[in-house]
């Protein structure tokens, strides 16, 4: 299921700044507020999923419940931002939760993977680790 954002442009060369801090997007929120966004002096953003962005709960993320976030990214249209990142947060377990959260991880990576496969130009998100 891989989200296809914004059109490919060529890459700028040299370093980016990506927008990162308190308030991190979902896409709900990128879509009402992108132009805004834009108008500031990045490169990219890193940006949260709705449907969940920790990589260590314990139950398995469904993805029915990221089927707004990747309707809503398919549709944005990005003019500035080129260099996109999803948020992916591994928060310490207890021992009882953590036996098998290698397993989890494993399968979260390989879903981000899927989502985010064929988006190796400029302006798609993508996995970061």
């Known amino acids: 299921m891989p989200l296809f954002v914004g059109a490919a442009s060529p890459a700028s060369p040299g370093k980016k700044l990506i927008e990162y801090g308190w308030d991190v997007p979902t896409p709900a929120q990128m879509r009402e ?24 709960v314990t139950k398995p993320l469904e993805p029915a419940s990221f089927a707004e976030d990747e309707r809503i990214l398919r549709s944005l249209q990005f003019t500035r931002f080129r260099d996109n990142f999803v948020l992916w ?29 064929e988006a190796e130009h400029k302006g798609r998100p993508r996995a970061f680790a």
């Open 33 to 56: 507020d992108l132009a805004a966004m834009e108008k500031r002096p990045f490169d990219g953003l890193i940006f949260r999923l709705s449907g969940g962005h920790n990589a260590f």
């Open 89 to 117: 947060v591994a928060k310490t377990l207890s021992r009882r939760q953590s036996f098998d959260a290698r397993e989890r991880l494993k399968r979260r990576q390989r879903a981000a993977m899927r989502w985010t496969d």
